[in-house]
């Protein structure tokens, strides 16, 4: 890992599933998204053909698919 992890925040639509998920499924997400906060870019882009979209991100771990956006420092 380089430097300090990126923080990861859920909306509160994502939040309120999260919670309906057993644990063993809840424990994968916290996994991928443990691996995504420490590189962000290191998963595909959502949608490659769009220029303007290289911050959404995806992750797919056997039928667990997640996307997420990477919030760039302004500077």
Excluded: I
């Amino acid at each position: 890992m380089t430097g300090q992890p990126h923080a990861v925040r859920f909306s509160t639509q994502a939040a309120k599933v999260l919670d309906t998920l057993p644990e063993h499924v809840e424990d994968t997400v916290w996994g991928v998204l443990d691996a995504a906060a420490d590189d962000p870019w290191g998963f595909g882009q959502w949608n490659a053909d769009d220029p303007e979209g290289e911050d959404v991100r995806y992750a797919s771990v056997g039928q667990l698919s997640l996307t997420y956006w990477v919030n760039r420092p302004l500077r």
